[in-house]
């Protein structure tokens, strides 16, 4: 079987799988919301702290604005793959319970393939969602040639957590 095919047919049934649980759903949509909140936060708080004199402040010799970078990465280049991660993760989980594993050997797809699909597509679509996430932030956004190797190596954080789940 073609790798393009089980994409096709595996990823439909990670659909299905994703769509019966609000819990999943609401791990992508969490992204989303973690994203615009950020936009539109992140300015006002900066201003906010900065009127209010806590950030710069006495203590605080910083406003909230030089510390974008820092938020914005771990926002949006670790939690973004982080929730693909923890959603496929569960994916996997649900699907070690129904022993699908087991009725994966008899079928036509050969097993590395599949354990390529299961480690390859969470990291594919974690470096997708950092990109989203981090141009719609839009603070402190590197330029795109900078962007794409930092999403690339963001989006490995979630086979590791896929992985970890399924243990």
Not at 22 to 39: E, N, Q, T
Not at 84 to 96: A, Q, R, S
Not at 130 to 146: E, F, K
């Amino acid at each position: 079987m073609e790798m393009t095919q089980l994409v096709r047919r595996l990823g439909r049934s990670d659909l299905k799988l994703i769509g019966r649980d609000r819990f999943l759903i609401f791990m992508f949509l969490f992204a989303v919301y973690i994203a615009v909140a950020l936009r539109f936060l992140l300015p006002w708080a900066d201003g906010y702290l900065a009127d209010h004199d806590i950030m710069p402040g006495p203590s605080i010799p910083l406003r909230l604005a030089e510390i974008y970078p820092m938020l914005v990465a771990f926002m949006g280049l670790f939690t973004g793959a982080l929730l693909v991660g923890t959603v496929f993760g569960f994916v996997l989980l649900d699907e070690k319970d129904n022993n699908t594993l087991r009725a994966m050997l008899v079928t036509p797809v050969p097993l590395p393939r599949y354990l390529l699909y299961r480690v390859g597509l969470p990291a594919v679509l974690a470096m997708v969602i950092v990109l989203g996430m981090v141009l719609v932030i839009n603070q402190a956004v590197p330029p795109l040639w900078q962007l794409l190797p930092l999403a690339a190596g963001a989006g490995l954080t979630a086979p590791i957590v896929t992985l970890f789940f399924a243990t």
